[in-house]
């Protein structure tokens, strides 16, 4: 399975941005979703997951109330919306897939990562 993550770009504070990971090539049936992080100089961070059927969502703390994971299992892809952007959300945004359909928040039960796409929270 091979991930690929768009919609990064640059956004003021305050502004929304949405990002979307797909699998052109074979479709992730059945597994569950998520979103990881990684700032300039940290630790790659968890930031959103959902399962298969998409009726369990988690999201870190510093996410939660601003950030939704939705997915269109039609089109086998997983969306990040991002609304009241931060300049501490910049960061690489990848997106991952487990061979499950649950959720999790730890990386190591990722399987299949994509690329990434970065945001940059600026003005």
């Known amino acids: 399975v091979q991930l690929q993550a768009s919609g990064g770009g640059l956004v003021q504070p305050g502004g929304s941005l949405s990002l979307s990971c797909a699998s052109p090539?074979?479709?992730?049936?059945?597994?569950?979703t998520g979103w990881f992080r990684r700032a300039p100089g940290k630790e790659r961070e968890f930031v959103a997951a959902i399962t298969w059927n998409g009726d369990t969502t988690l999201y870190s703390d510093s996410v939660k109330g601003r950030f939704t994971i939705s997915r269109d299992n039609f089109n086998f892809t997983t969306n990040l919306r991002m609304s009241s952007l931060k300049p501490e959300d910049t960061a690489v945004y990848l997106c991952?897939?487990?061979?499950?359909?649950?959720?999790?928040?730890?990386?190591?039960?990722?399987?299949?990562w994509g690329q990434g796409t970065l945001v940059t929270v600026s003005s």
């Open positions: 991952a897939a487990l061979k499950r359909p649950t959720v999790a928040t730890g990386a190591q039960w990722y399987d299949f």
């Open positions: 090539r074979r479709p992730y049936s059945g597994y569950g």
